[in-house]
């Protein structure tokens, strides 16, 4: 997480409760030490954002403080609005969480004539056919891609025959009805898609694989427009 994403949520936990909020629990609701807590508290202080109280007692937000209104269209609020449901549609529920956080940070943000966009949407997105993958966390995935690690899979084709892979991720792709693996496979030594309903297994690894991931992806990219 960004400094600037967690420094936002800290004052978005903060605000409307009635007792102190702990470093402790904003550490763990955050997933970081109780000490950049502790710093980031300053760093808000600092910044002239109302936060009282002291470590050990907790921390509360003044009242009357409030975000400046984020400037929206209704088509921008409706666009996001959308995006954030659609992501409901993929069976990550790292992503999900986050997509219902967005949602959450507008209601607080946007001008009070958008808010009725927001709670009260004038669509509905259907929850798709993707199959939720058991053999694979989808977060675990994203971590791979961003820290170019490699992932060992046991994966099962569509003739049912199953092999051990180790593949080096580069991108994830969503369909309405299934979502795949783009990745470089060591077994074929070419780049493969894998289907991540038909992963059984499958554990990421701390090796790191040694290609350059944007010429990767570019590569992915071409082969992927090349005419068959």
């Known amino acids: 997480m960004r400094r600037a994403d967690r420094l936002f949520d800290i004052i978005q936990a903060l605000r409307g409760r009635k007792q102190p909020t702990t ?107 993707t199959v939720r993958p058991d053999g694979i966390a989808l977060v675990d995935v994203r971590n791979a891609i961003r820290g170019c690690r490699k992932i060992s899979i046991t994966y099962v084709d569509e003739q049912q025959r199953q092999s051990c892979r180790t593949i080096w991720p580069i991108a994830t792709v969503y369909y309405v009805d299934v979502t795949l693996i783009a990745a470089w496979c060591e077994l074929r030594q070419d780049y493969r898609h894998f ?5 059984i297994q499958s554990e990421l690894l701390s090796e790191q694989f040694s290609g350059d991931s944007s010429r990767m992806m570019t590569e992915w990219m071409a082969m992927r427009s090349a005419p068959s």
């Open 195 to 199: 289907r991540v309903d038909r992963i």
């Open 23 to 129: 470093a402790a629990f904003l550490a763990q609701r955050l997933e970081v030490t109780t000490r950049t807590i502790y710093r980031d508290i300053a760093t808000l202080q600092a910044r002239r954002i109302p936060i009282e109280g002291e470590p050990g007692l907790g921390y509360f937000l003044r009242k009357g403080f409030d975000l400046p209104p984020l400037m929206f269209t209704i088509e921008e609020v409706e666009a996001i609005t959308v995006g954030a449901n659609l992501v409901q549609r993929i069976r990550d529920p790292k992503l999900q969480e986050a997509a219902q956080s967005v949602l959450n940070k507008l209601q607080h943000t946007v001008p009070s004539e958008l808010r009725s966009y927001l709670a009260s949407p004038r669509f509905y997105v259907s929850e798709g056919d």
